[in-house]
């Protein structure tokens, strides 16, 4: 005779089938949310540089490139926010279907139910933080550098009737007319400035086309019924005097072919970006910031020195030379007479000479010290950067935690799946986070706030909240349903009504 199974082993069954059951609800969310958080910002992204990308000959595995490596720098911000609004979703849709009531009469509690969720967006913060260090910098060098080079790229030659283009170098287009449909130009005037003579070849013709090789290193016009003038210079025997014989071509089809100059998409070197605080890792980042910091440090140092030997201990026969009978009186006199008494005796022209020291010496310290503070300005300026992204390795990661928290109970309080409530709340809270995130940051660019205290406020912010969350999510606490305030500002009416 089998014997019946334990309470425990039955326990054991219903909470790994309810693990499950859990992963799979946010799991499925999660990957939605983030391809459309990542197809979000990568829409953002080309909104931005729309103006950058557009006419300029790029081909489709340079775009493809592009947006592979953008979408990658993405992947920090948008995990955040999808595993937001997937916890919202899944613990929301549990609520709305009564499946949280249904276990937490089994005797599950919401911790329980949360376990397997929270282990793996535990995974989800480590893999982000390995992202951020290792990969992030990688991707963030190769989307710069690619990006550099198509802005500065030239773009295609776009020609506007009635208006000279000197797109080209060397040469001065004109057109009278465009159709837009065949791309047939009318009235053609081309001047000629390759050889830096001046308008010494002019072609003029009826119509054409001008058109971009395969290669995109050339332009090729081809011409219809028109003339090509040409000034000759020959230099006559007499040196002062020049003639300038002509030739005039006819034609009625010719072609001309232009050699490109900076057309295409010519790459920089990727070593000038590397010093770039956001193309760099953790250890790289502290090696930097070590540098910087030592630096800061030796030139305080310098300064000190400097001002106290320049100035402060400056010797004393700068301003006032003593006579052979002041040589003897002791060190401690000299330093306690009395100064106006001492230039008051000199005559007028010593007295200028002194006066006119002092304010160069005066004025001399007074920039020094300028351009000694500006340079320490921008020193520490150039550390805070370091500082804000090594912290910000940390804290992007561990938003996503700190998100779930947030998220997982309030969508078992709000009790509302779907894409409708969670988006909402979602938004609201991922900008809040952001919005003191930058906040922080701008106030420790600024040096207002340490950099320790600028990035992490917004996580000092939000952690108490999310527990907040989680201790009322766990009590079955009603605070976001709103018929709970509705029947209590009816009550507060009717009070203030039998009260009257």
Partial sequence: MTPFPSIGANMFLRVKKLHKLILQSFLGPFVLTFVIVVFVLLMQFLWKYIDDLV?????????????????????????????????????????????????????????????PVIV??????????????????????????????????????????????????????????????????????????????????????????????????????????????????????????????????KFEVQEMLVQLVDFGLQRTDENLFKSSYQMMNLSQLKNVTDSLINEILANQVELKTVINTTSYYKNKTFLYKPEKSDTLIPEKNILSFNLDTAILAQNREEQIRILTQAIGSVRNTTNFLNNSYITQDNKVRRLRKYQIETHRKY??????????????????????????????????????????????????????????????????????????????????????????????????????????
């Fill in 55 to 115: 006419g300029k000959g790029l081909d489709t595995h340079v775009i493809a490139e592009l947006l592979m490596y953008t979408s990658a720098s993405l992947v920090p911000m948008a995990l955040p926010l999808a595993v937001l609004l997937a916890s919202i979703m899944c613990f929301g849709n549990l609520g709305e279907h009564n499946e949280l009531l249904a276990f937490k009469s089994a005797g599950i509690s919401l911790q329980t139910i949360m376990s």
């Fill in 120 to 249: 793996m967006v535990g995974l989800i913060t480590i893999g982000a933080f390995l992202f951020n260090n290792n990969v992030l910098p990688f991707t963030n060098l190769k989307m710069r550098s690619l990006l550099y080079d198509i802005q500065k790229q030239n773009p295609e030659l776009q020609i506007k009737p009635g208006l000279f283009d000197n797109t080209i170098e060397g040469y001065s287009i004109r057109v009278e007319d465009k159709d837009s449909r065949t791309s047939l130009l009318k009235g053609i005037q081309i001047y000629d400035h390759s050889e830096h003579l001046g308008n010494i070849v002019v072609t003029i013709a009826d119509s054409g086309y001008i058109r971009m090789t395969s290669d995109e290193r050339h332009l090729l016009f081809t011409l219809y019924n028109g003339y090509t003038y040409t000034e000759m210079q020959k230099k006559s025997r007499n040196k002062r005097q020049k003639t300038y014989p002509a030739r005039r071509d």
């Fill in 395 to 500: 804290t992007l990661s561990l938003a996503c935690m700190l998100f779930f928290f947030i998220g997982a109970p309030l969508g078992a309080i709000i009790r509302k799946g779907g894409l409708g409530m969670p988006v909402v709340i979602s938004v609201l809270f991922f900008i809040i986070y952001y919005i003191i995130s930058l906040t922080g940051e701008k106030f420790s660019r600024e040096s207002v706030l340490s950099p320790f205290t600028g990035m992490w406020v917004s996580t000092f912010i939000l952690v108490p909240l999310g527990a907040f969350l989680t201790y009322k999510a766990s009590k079955d606490s009603i605070i976001m349903n709103t018929e709970t305030y509705l029947n209590f500002f009816k009550k507060l009416f009717k009070i203030k009504q039998t009260a009257e």
